[in-house]
């Protein structure tokens, strides 16, 4: 299924859910905020939809096992010059790491047979792990930008939310006579009640981006530290 089709049918998934919640689970005082709830309800459970999306994907990318393990064990046959064997530990391993030297150490074995100089062979083994590394980062970030958007638009539905609450509380107080202290009651409430939802939805979602970011970042770092190291090694540099 293509990413757009999987997005767009967690978003219905989540405004059906949010109606029925709004319609039958919520409580009076809450459901005074008005239909801009349920819009404020389809953002956080999309936030809570991509944290966990994201969490599984960052664990998925560390691999099967420690990556600590997997680095000694990998680096160890490198230095023994035991190339296939620091293949078949990414292969098992699987996950961010794995897959940027495995592309690397692969293209080393290929240019040891093309009989290329060595600053020839030190720029294709690093063109290699930058190409890997090129195509693993959009996986890293992926729906990070769906995150980030999800903060904004919050902070924007909350504001219409408080402003639709308030011109009904001016209305209120609008009437000949006495103000309208019903309406005014729930025109202040209605606005009260988005702004926090607003606020909430897009701290979560400032939050979740800027930890996922942070964790991207590392990933990354430590990709490139270990691919300068594997080069250095591969070149009898290191």
Do not use: W
């Amino acid at each position: 299924m293509r990413p757009g089709a999987f997005i767009m049918i967690i978003i219905v998934l989540c405004f059906v859910v949010s109606y029925i919640i709004f319609e039958y689970f919520l409580p009076k005082f809450i459901k005074d905020g008005g239909y801009v709830v349920i819009i404020l309800m389809v953002l956080t459970m999309l936030d809570i939809t991509f944290i966990i999306e994201r969490s599984m994907s960052m664990r998925k990318a560390k691999g099967k096992r420690s990556q600590v393990a997997f680095l000694r064990d990998t680096m160890d046959a490198i230095r023994k010059n035991d190339i296939r064997k620091a293949i078949d530990h990414c292969n098992t391993q699987h996950g961010t790491m794995a897959n940027v030297l495995r592309a690397g150490l692969e293209r080393f074995q290929s240019v040891t047979d093309e009989n290329l100089t060595s600053d020839r062979q030190v720029a294709e083994i690093k063109r290699a792990f930058d190409e890997a590394n090129a195509l693993e980062t959009p996986l890293l970030e992926r729906n990070l930008i769906a995150l980030q958007t999800i903060a904004t638009i919050a902070t924007l539905v909350g504001l219409l939310g408080t402003t639709i609450g308030m011109i009904r509380a001016f209305s209120a107080m609008a009437n000949e006579g006495a103000p309208d202290a019903i309406q005014l009651a729930l025109g202040i409430s209605e606005a009260l009640i988005n702004t926090a939802g607003g606020l909430a939805a897009a701290i979560m979602g400032i939050v979740a981006y800027n930890y996922f970011v942070n964790k991207v970042d590392q990933v990354v770092y430590a990709v490139d530290e270990v691919s300068q190291e594997v080069v250095a090694i591969l070149t009898g540099r290191g």
